[in-house]
């Protein structure tokens, strides 16, 4: 009965965290990461698509501690200046952190 309760409790925010995080994954790592675009590059969908609902579900932690680091970063893949707000990134990682606590329910 707790965990039903406590389920029903988590469940919204953290589709609402896995939202926003996707927001802010579309607008910088979408480019490659999104299946379907022109751009898109067959080994970065290995790794996660943006189209797939639960996109963070085939991740290791390695990669999640890896995606986070490369927001952290002020170059993007290709070079370019990236600057993703101390909140975005604070964002992207309680997004990580509920997504690898929902995985061992
Ligand atoms: C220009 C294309 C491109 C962009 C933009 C891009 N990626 Fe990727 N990414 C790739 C490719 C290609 C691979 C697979 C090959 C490799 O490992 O480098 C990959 C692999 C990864 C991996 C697995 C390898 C590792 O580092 O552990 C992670 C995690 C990752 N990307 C996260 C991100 C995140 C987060 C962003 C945005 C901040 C991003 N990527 C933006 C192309 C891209």
Not at 9 to 31: D, H, K, M, N, V
Not at 52 to 64: I, K, N, P, V, Y
Request: neutral net charge.
């Amino acid at each position: 009965m707790f965990t039903l309760i406590a389920t029903l409790l988590t469940a919204e925010p953290y589709i609402e965290l896995r939202e926003q995080a996707r927001t802010l994954l579309q607008a910088e790592c979408g480019s490659c990461h999104t299946r379907g675009l022109e751009t898109a590059k067959p080994k970065a969908l290995a790794v996660f698509d943006l189209t797939r609902s639960e996109f963070a579900d085939g991740m290791t932690l390695e990669q999640l501690e890896s995606a986070q680091w490369r927001l952290a970063s002020d170059l993007k893949e290709n070079e370019q200046p990236r600057a993703v707000s101390k909140a975005e990134q604070a964002l992207f990682k309680r997004f990580a952190e509920a997504a690898l606590l929902r995985r061992k329910r």
